[in-house]
């Protein structure tokens, strides 16, 4: 099923599992995929910066498409097709629809500054790969520099109704949510589901503001699925409660630099990934921070058992 504006629950981000020499492993591809249906996702993004996207060949790209969406079955499956050139973003977007992707995600490139600038980025983009194919604003200015007001937003949104969804990680951004669902109330901006990332560092307070799940990449994707499904049943307490105990983790994990080094070292405790690798260049933990990491870890597990994590001989098997 392609992606629609009723989008909703939790997309994982997902990271691309290499080995210590840098080839792609395949066999943590299908266990994250496995891993990922089993908590009950409803999607998962692909080829994302946290998928480290640019350090991978068009060929590469397109593989991990076809065996991601070949294995997750009942998942929808989006791919991240943002390139520096529209010839290459075609290229991957056409490639992943034909492989059975729900949708594509698109960022603005850096370069862009005024207002005019991004939304012609955007039609320009949207002319490259098609109209037919369903994708997802990505609003990340913390990383891409790139501001878009809501204003703008709307004007993209309403200029290409191919664009069904936007992953909102601005920050501070808790009113770019009000003001955006407040236009859809006053008529002008038409649906638009919004998933939020910022690795979940808001998304108790980014569901009350009228958020429709989380896209993003937290190595306990079960604690996004709860805290969404939570917030959505009244149960403001339960939902704060259970954050509460992941924040000092997910604060770490939001680190510049060093997160999706931490993210993948957990993953590789849960056995998901046979290694916390990443293709050079890439950053790596010290023993100290692994330290750290796994002390943390400790302490959500008082709260939330999910998170003592077993050994990797017997959690990957």
Known sequence: MKLTHKAEGTFAIAPTPFHDDGRIDQASLDRLVDFYTEVGCDGVTIL????????????????????????????QIVVGVSAPG???????????????????MIAPVPSLRTDDQITTYFKQAVEAIGDDIPWVLQDYPLTLSVVMTPAVIRKIVMDNPSCVMLKHEDWPGLEKITTLRGYQKDGSLRPLSILTGNGATFLDFEMERGADGAMTGYAFPELLIDVVRLSKQGKRDAAHDLFDAHLPLIRYEQQPGVGLS??????????????????????????LARAEVDYLLSRVARVDKRANTAPQSSAAG
């Open 48 to 75: 994302g910066i946290l998928g480290e996207a640019p350090k991978l060949t068009g060929e590469e790209a397109e593989a991990i498409v076809k065996r991601f969406v070949r294995r997750a079955k009942s998942m």
């Open 86 to 104: 529209f010839a290459a973003m075609r290229s991957l977007a056409r490639a992943s629809m034909d492989a059975g992707a729900a949708g594509v």
């Open 262 to 287: 931490v993210r993948k070292y957990v993953l590789h405790k849960r056995g998901v990934l046979a290694s916390s690798a990443q293709r050079k260049p890439g950053a790596s933990l010290s023993a």
